[in-house]
């Protein structure tokens, strides 16, 4: 019985690590939705404008699957998750999704003839999702350390305690500021992206512009967040599963797991460095964002870590204490995990052939040239 | 306790069956385009590389171009759908999560990701990979497409026949047992083939509707004679495997969903030798607990309904009122019974969670015993009159027969196109100009074919979420109707105006024509 516990939690712990892996590469691919947030302030001619939309547009669906897989994987691992936040929190994933609908077809259908409504307007969906996909996962994400309005019955069924079904998360300071801090992270590292993939002389200036500019908000809400994230009370769980609310339990788990305090440290680092070395490296540096984009990878992942490994409740009641999730309590049976750990083992083949094809597509850089040809595919 | 039991409101459930079936619809105009079109372009793609020939990397751009508008549309919806299944029916995601997530993130891991990483080489490669690689992303790309099409439907299989689970009491929901029996269960093959043979079909029928439209205007016809070649010979492939795959849904609905089949023939009063209906006008006043005629008119084939289930004429089909009073003779129990054994099964669940809190495990032993002994009629504990466990049964009937007689007409299509383009008469065809309006009409018929499937599959199962196990008012999400009005009315205005622009840009593009000739050897 006690190994059969045992490797349950190890499957959960697994599962969890995977999560995190792929929110955290969510996180750094959302540099496609802050670079929408930056066409006009970026591009100020129609050529400028269509190389940003088109160095973006042929990564999109990477962030696209990413998140439709993490969501997937969130389904098939944490299942009591999936209901009871979805299903709760209505509205607030409600308004993620549409975003992300409207952002599907802005790509292919802005420069087509007929399409209707403009370019204009397929740019300003781009916009919209650009700020609000990003602002609401990190909020999303900050409710694993601050709670939500929920409570759960014999058969595991949701009841929300709040008549605006998750959209009153928008007033949690904290949550918030780090909804605002992947907004402008994302900015830095669409701009970084720009820089690293367009050739174009106005471009590089303003980006490096933008990138200064996005730094100073980006520090004040991520140094707010993770400053009160350490001195908080955390939401602790103990061996017969009762949740307890535990002084410094974030800071406690970074203690107890160095090697998600280094990922957090070299994460930040890394974050800053590319920056850093962006905004006032010599020669016109233009690899800032392989620096920036493993940064957050690591910081993501390591936020990810704290709020669910080390007995901790990472999507915790504030209706009712003990209807707090854990990765024990909300997870899928061993069979099921163990069925789908064997399928995880196609993560890193997906992500080697990710590797290859993105690397065949962004061999040369975008010039202008290349988009004024009449024959090839662009948006 | 009381929490326990249902008081959901009805107008709530109307509204989520809506909103999803909204969703699913809309997403389903993509989607079967898109699983066909790939690989009739990587068929043409394959020429171009064997042949050099660039015409043929011509056509190939012109459909790929248009499988790009079309995709888009189809991610955006698909997105919903998966979200949905939480947003809405998180009753249904807890209850079952545990078979039906895995489903679900296997799609997303290999199928969705091996997609949009070749799509992004198809797209964009074409002068930066060479021709082979380029090739293989292709024909990768369409692979990953229908495998992200398997995984879905393996799950939604399940729903219409849970196999490979075990109900776990401690957790209250489902567990998987079997991953294989999941996966290759029946009804699951049955339902991935014959729903990508579908895809298929229309992809076909939209190819040759389009080429049907260059060749009534006279313009582009080496295109469109080139295209109707390849899209009539794989269509006629792929509606032959749509019919014997459709024999095969069939057989698998008789045996786990009989309701869904008396329903599909408006089959009220069973028997042996049944009726197969070719076509019928229903009687809108009959009811199951009226001695109304079941049809005004109808053309049917007695004896071979039966035959068709498992090649005996003598084959006993139940009718819809056998099904809801019961068969003594078959063996068929009447639901009030059923209902009866779900009530003591969820009661004996509610005893169970309770003597185990109270740690009294002898009592909840025998508590567990009574529970599975009854669980095959769980669902049924949600069940308030016998007769709610009939679907309407017009809407599946009639979109049942439409698809039926629009996928037998298709089969004639294919082979006149074919023959003609083969031969190379289609030009000097007597008939041409009709036959080319034909081929234009086609488009239409096909996607009303296509939906009406879908119809008769979802609607067909009603009020089950997961057969026999979960009701729909048991497994949608408990929140107010009027939130779910909103965002059945936000999704209906976007969904529209998606629509609008995607058809406008494709009328656009087909009317503009592929690019020149003179112009390749660009990208």
Sequence with gaps: ??????????????????????????????????????????????????????????????????????????????PLFYATSFGGAYWLWIVLLLAFTLQAVSYEFRSKAANVFGKKFYEILLFINGLVGTVIIGTVVGTFFNGADFSLNMLNNVTWHNETRGLETLLNWHSVS???????????????????????????????????????????CFLSFLTYLMIKEGFAVDANGTIFMEKYKYLHNLLDMP????????????????????????????????????????????????????????????????????????????????????????????????????????????????????????? | MTQLLLNIDPVLIDWSRAQFALTAMFHWIFVPITLGILFIIAIMETVYVKT?????????????????????????????????????????SWFVGDIFGAPLAIEGIMAFFMETIFIAVMFFGWNKVSKKFHLTATWLTALGANLSALWILVANAWMQYPAGMQFNPDTARNEMVDFWEVLFSPVAVNKFLHTVTSGYTLAALFVIGVSSYFLLRKRETLLAKRSIVI????????VMALIFTGHGSAVQVAEHQPM??????????????????????????????????????????????????????????????????????NQILPTEERMRKGKIAMNALIAYKEFKEQGNEEEAKLQYDILMDNYKHFGYSYVKDPRDIVPHVPTVFYSFHIMVIFGTMFVLVFLIFAWLTITNKIENFKFAKLLYIIGLACIPMAFIASEAGWVVAEVGRQPWVVQDLMTVDAGVTNISSGAVQTTFWIFAFIFTGLLIAEVSIMLKFIKDGPAKPENEGGK
Excluded: C
């Excluded at chain 1, 190890?10 to 969510?26: D, E, N, P, R």
């Design chain 2, 52 to 92: 050099g020939n660039p015409e043929w990397k011509r056509i190939t751009k012109f459909w790929m171009k248009l499988f790009a508008i079309n995709f888009a549309i189809g991610v955006a919806t698909g997105i919903i759908l998966e979200f949905e299944f939480g947003t809405n029916w998180s009753n249904y």
């Design chain 1, 178 to 220: 780090l909804g605002l801090s992947v907004f402008f992270l994302a900015r830095i590292l669409g701009a970084l992206y720009f820089i690293l993939t367009i050739q174009n002389e106005n471009i590089f200036r303003r980006s490096k512009k933008q990138i200064l500019i996005n730094l100073i908000p980006f520090l004040i």
């Design chain 1, 1 to 78: 019985m006690i190994t059969a516990e045992i490797t349950h939690l190890f499957f959960q712990q697994y599962w969890w690590l995977l999560v995190s892996l792929l929110g955290a590469l969510l996180a750094f691919l959302l540099f496609v939705q802050g670079g929408q947030t930056l066409i006009y302030t970026i591009g100020k001619t129609e050529t400028e404008r269509k190389m940003i939309v088109n160095t973006l547009g042929r990564k999109w669906e990477f962030t696209f699957t990413t998140l439709v897989t993490f969501g997937g994987a969130l389904f098939a691992a944490f």
């Design chain 1, 259 to 379: 090697i998600v305090l280094a990922s957090l440290l070299i994460g930040i680092i890394g974050v800053l460095w590319g920056v850093l070395k962006t905004l006032f490296g010599k020669n016109n540096y233009e690899k800032g964002f392989w620096f920036v984009a493993p940064g957050t990878v690591l910081t993501v992942f390591s936020l990810f870590a704290i709020a669910g490994l080390n007995n901790t409740s990472f999507y915790p009641s504030i209706a009712d204490l003990q209807s707090s999730l854990t990765i024990q309590n909300s997870s899928s049976s061993l069979f099921t995990l163990k069925i789908m750990s064997y399928v995880s083992l196609f993560i890193p083949v997906m992500l080697a052939l990710a590797i290859i094809s993105w690397r065949a597509i962004n061999k040369h850089k975008i010039t202008e040239d290349e988009m004024n040809e009449k024959n090839g595919k662009s948006y």
């Design chain 2, 231 to 238: 899209a009539s010979v794989f269509g006629f492939i792929s």
């Design chain 2, 260 to 329: 869904k089949l008396a329903a599909m023939e408006g089959l009220y009063e069973g028997g042996q030798e049944a009726e197969l209906i070719g076509f019928a006008i229903l009687n809108p006043n009959k009811e199951v607990d009226n001695d109304e005629k079941p049809y005004l008119f109808k053309v049917g084939f007695k004896g071979v309904l039966s035959f068709l289930i498992d090649f005996d004429t003598k084959t006993y089909v139940p009718g819809i009122a056998d099904l809801v009073y019961g068969d003594e003779q």
